[in-house]
């Protein structure tokens, strides 16, 4: 184990945050977490957790007060493909605000490290416009072309992040998340990624159902479990490399195999019901993990399967203890 830290979680009552804050807890550090909201699902682990509207500066120069060695930005507002498509505006303002208060508070808090959570919606769109993708290698994210809206206002925070390492010599790094998925996140009300709407959805029907999948189910992807993730973060951090870094996996799939899998762990045969009107996204996206190979000596190694292992029965139970999960839909399972 490093030797015990102060470090700062934003976006610490969220899914990622959240599981990033018992990782920490449990390698010894002190942590504070700050968000609007606690956790939802557990009881948070951090040693302090501030309620605070990081969009607001003095809120920023509270969180990072007090001789906080790291940062992990994680706080922004986001969702899944339905709610980033559809809110342009409020998305790319909050976060615009997040970020460049976030990172000028830790300076001028004298931060040693401060890490941006950035996406692979940064990369540009006309090289994602094949189901079969070629794999997304860091420099894919120029010429510009990102996804409206969340992808604009997350490329040009890693060039603030950027500028704040050149110009001030502030540690900065840069992650882009591929699709993280897990226990413990969102898994209805709009917010909610694929793995967790089609858990959902899995576990809402009976079998022999229909279920809704937006698009023809062809499009592409690959997902990260969340551990892989929290790994990932802490193996960043402890890196010299201040340039952007994808963080994800190669293991690529259609939404209609995503599907097929998410039945096979539930035990249920269910047909699918394309929405060709609903939103999709990019046609296809994987991530190249050449840069984070090289940089890291370590991939995310979890598989797909392995991890729906694990989320697809929490959301279940969710929704049993929410008394949604009608008799028969936990009967048929086969
Ligand atoms: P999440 O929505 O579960 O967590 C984000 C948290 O930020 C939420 O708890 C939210 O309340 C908080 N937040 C929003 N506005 C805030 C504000 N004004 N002040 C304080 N807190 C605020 O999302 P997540 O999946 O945990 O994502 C964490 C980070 O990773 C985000 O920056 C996100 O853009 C990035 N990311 C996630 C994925 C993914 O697949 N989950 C993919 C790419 C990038």
């Known amino acids: 184990m490093n030797a015990a830290r102060r470090l700062l979680v934003t976006g610490g009552g969220g ?11 449990s390698d010894g550090h002190w942590v504070r977490g700050a968000d609007l909201k606690y956790p939802e699902y557990e009881d948070t682990q951090a040693d302090e957790f501030e309620i605070l509207d990081l969009r607001r500066w003095e809120d920023c120069l509270k969180a990072t007060r007090g001789e906080i060695d790291q940062v992990y930005n994680l706080a922004a507002d986001m969702g ?7 809110n342009h505006a409020d998305i790319a303002r909050n976060n615009i605000l997040i970020n ?3 990172l000028e508070a830790s300076r001028q808090n004298a931060v040693k490290r401060f890490l941006f959570s950035s996406s692979a919606c940064v990369y540009a769109q006309s090289k994602q416009k094949d189901a079969d993708v ?21 490329l040009y925070a890693e060039e603030l992040n950027r500028y704040y390492w050149h110009d001030f010599k502030f540690e900065t790094r840069i992650v882009r998340f ?13 917010k909610e990624k694929a793995p967790a709407a089609i858990s959902r959805k899995v576990a809402l029907a ?13 499009q592409t992807r690959s997902f990260m479990y969340v551990d892989d993730c929290a790994e990932g973060l802490l193996r960043i951090m402890a890196s010299d490399y201040h340039d952007a870094i994808n963080l994800g996996t190669e293991e690529i799939v259609t939404i209609n195999q995503l599907v097929d899998l998410v039945c096979k762990i539930a ?3 269910l047909k699918k019901r394309h929405n060709l009107t609903g939103p999709q996204g990019v046609r296809g996206r ?7 190979r090289t940089v890291l000596g370590w991939e995310p190694s979890i598989t797909l399967s392995a991890g729906l292992k694990k989320t697809y029965p929490w959301i279940e139970r969710e929704l049993r203890k929410a008394g949604r999960l009608t008799e028969k839909a936990v009967l048929s399972v086969r």
Do not use: Q
Not at 15 to 25: A, E, N, P, V
Not at 178 to 190: K, Q
Not at 286 to 292: H, V
């Open 100 to 102: 460049a208060h976030m």
């Open 286 to 292: 994987n991530s190249d993990n050449s840069r984070l």
């Open 15 to 25: 899914f990622i945050g959240h599981h990033l804050i018992k990782r920490l807890k």
């Open 80 to 86: 899944g493909i339905g709610y980033i498509t559809a």
């Open 178 to 190: 591929h699709n993280v998925y897990g226990p413990l996140g969102t898994y209805d009300g709009g």
């Open 206 to 218: 009976e079998d022999g159902d229909h279920i809704e999948i937006w698009g023809d189910g062809k």
């Open 134 to 154: 070629a794999p997304l290698r860091e420099e894919d994210a120029f010429p510009a072309d990102p996804e409206p809206g969340y992808g604009w206002e997350k």
């Open 267 to 269: 035990g249920k045969r």
